[in-house]
């Protein structure tokens, strides 16, 4: 069984940083392109950033130049470094084994983590 867990929400002021964690289980880690998603009250889940199984990345205009995705093979762990954080990043930040189509876009997989709170507020 797949499973996915996040870590490392919290509370942080606007212009601070963090470091979410998402650690997987029950499936071939390096087969998956990963990627982070993020909800907040009221909105659509959107995609924040997107990382190959060779380690190639994309991400959202938003988060362009504050957010940094990367994956531990490893470790079975996809990491997201958030910094100069704003309250329009306050959600709850999911994580996603998927794969890539032919075209080579992210198509996000069936399995979601639980789901870490972010707060960005002073």
């Known amino acids: ?3 996915l867990a996040e870590s ?4 942080v002021q606007p212009g601070g940083s963090l470091r979410l964690s998402c650690a997987v289980s029950g499936t ?3 087969a998956h392109a990963m990627g982070w998603y993020r909800q907040a009250p009221g909105m659509q889940r959107e995609q ?3 990382i190959t199984h060779r380690g190639n990345t994309n991400y959202a205009d938003s988060v362009k130049g504050r957010f940094t995705i990367s994956r531990s093979n490893a470790e079975n762990t996809v990491y997201l470094q958030m910094n100069s954080l704003m309250p329009g990043d306050t959600a709850v930040y999911y994580c996603n084994a998927g794969q890539l189509d032919s075209g080579m876009q992210y198509i996000a997989g069936n399995y979601w983590g639980q789901g870490t709170q972010v707060t960005v507020s002073s």
């Open 48 to 50: 924040v950033a997107t």
């Open 1 to 3: 069984q797949v499973q």
């Open 8 to 11: 490392g929400g919290g509370l």
């Open 28 to 30: 071939i880690f390096s």
